[in-house]
């Protein structure tokens, strides 16, 4: 089932994920592999937590980056003024 962008926890999954970027300082180039942002989440919701990146990253919230590691991704710096809402940080 796919999670909806209304749902409560796209929203609560969405603002934890930019929180661990942001506090990481993840912006542009400085990127984070998707399986070490998805630690620090729970075991089970991992599936919704991998829509939500995909979701986050067609909405260009975040910024894609293969590596020889796996997927990683950035915050996108032209996105700076909606991300910092989403945070909580105005």
Do not use: C, Q
Request: proline share 3%; net charge positive; no cysteine.
């Amino acid at each position: 089932m796919a999670i909806k962008r209304t749902d409560a926890n796209f929203i609560r999954i969405r603002k934890g994920i930019i929180k661990k970027l942001h506090s990481l300082d993840k912006w542009a180039s400085n990127h984070l592999l998707i399986k070490n942002l998805e630690s620090g989440f729970p075991a089970h919701e991992i599936g919704k937590i991998k829509e939500v990146i995909k979701l986050l990253i067609k909405d260009r919230f975040l910024i894609p980056k293969p590596t020889k590691h796996g997927m990683a991704v950035s915050l996108n710096e032209s996105m700076k003024k909606e991300i910092m809402y989403i945070r909580g940080n105005f």
